[in-house]
């Protein structure tokens, strides 16, 4: 099975000082690094999970993969073509190619327009006028096991099960090959969430198309990816197969992230590994390995030399003392 994403030592950075502003400052590099160093690849019909805390770099990556943010250095393919060398045009064909569901299913939509015309504005927005909308319209609706009818409603009278099908819906409106989902069960009641996680099942193995999560919730990592990648300040600390990363983890932070999962059943024994004191602030990043000011198994070496890269094949991990 082919690669239909490759992402080669992405680096996204953001303007923290003027240029004038810098040079009274006398800030060499004015810029913090949201992303950095990150290389991965999402397969042909694969979903590829990213994990990690507020602020990590999520939905920077995110951005980045659709064409929305710059990248500093690296490249992104996207079925070898690499979207950071993109003109406007070849932008504007990639775009058709991927699709985005937003984090919030209902202040995703806009309330002055109906289901129909929102599940329909991709093909307003990429001039396919020869389309007739009805008919798409009812197609996607009953693809996402919704009635016709809702294509009457407004944002307003959905919920938020049916505001986040509504999502799914326009995602799929031009066929993507590749769907970023941004946090696609929060704000849903856990058994909505169930649904939610069923319908983009069913419709990646009916549709072959691949998909990269973000997300907080680990139990939903175990019922949808393939493969799972950990980020702490803008870079993987590890990444691997999904069932490989929760039964064999290794590095300290990804262990301390599964062990605050919460267990349905009240009588189990769980080591919680808790992590003290705040997240490093990027403009001011700890030397050696960047989790050593948390790590509750922090030795020496760890603050003094950025750590190495453990490859054992289909998992790697960057840690001076893996667990």
């Known amino acids: 099975m082919s690669n239909i994403v490759e992402a080669c030592n992405v680096r996204v950075r953001f303007r923290i000082h003027g240029t004038l502003q810098a040079l009274l400052k006398g800030s060499k590099d004015p810029f913090i690094d949201a992303v950095r160093d990150v290389s991965f690849s999402i397969r042909e019909g694969e979903t590829f999970t990213l994990v990690g805390e507020s602020g990590s770099g999520k939905s920077t990556l995110a951005m980045a993969l659709a064409g929305l943010h710059k990248t500093a250095e690296g490249s992104i393919l996207f079925n070898g073509e690499d979207i950071t060398k993109m003109d406007d045009e070849a ?49 996607l609706l009953q693809l996402v096991g919704l009635p016709k009818h809702f294509s009457e409603r407004y944002p307003h009278q959905l919920s938020g099960g049916q505001a986040r099908r509504v999502g799914v819906a326009r995602a799929l409106a031009l066929h993507p090959k590749l769907i970023i989902a941004d946090e696609p069960t929060a704000g849903l009641d856990v058994s909505v969430q169930g649904e939610i996680l069923n319908l983009l099942n069913r419709l990646q193995d009916e549709l072959g198309v691949s998909m990269f ?12 990816s393939d493969r799972t990648a950990i980020m702490y300040l803008g870079r993987f600390v590890e ?14 932070y990804t262990l301390a992230l599964l062990s605050a999962n919460p267990e349905a059943d009240p009588d189990a024994k769980i080591n919680r590994i808790e992590l003290k004191g705040e997240v490093p602030s990027l403009m001011m990043r700890p030397t050696g390995c960047e989790f050593h000011t948390r790590c509750p198994f922090v030795s020496s070496g760890c603050s003094d030399q950025f750590p190495p890269v453990l490859n054992e094949g289909k998992h790697w991990l960057t840690c001076h003392y893996p667990r």
Do not use: C
């Open 91 to 139: 932008m504007q064909s990639y775009r058709k190619k991927i699709s985005f569901m937003w984090q919030n299913p209902v202040g995703s939509l806009s309330p002055r327009l109906n289901v129909g015309s929102l599940i329909t504005e991709p093909f307003h927005i990429h001039n396919l006028k020869q389309k007739d909308l009805k008919a798409e319209s009812d197609r």
């Open 213 to 224: 999560v973000i997300t907080h919730n680990l139990n939903i990592v175990r019922h949808i």
């Open 239 to 252: 990444q691997g197969d999904t069932d490989n990363i929760f039964a064999k983890a290794k590095h300290p």
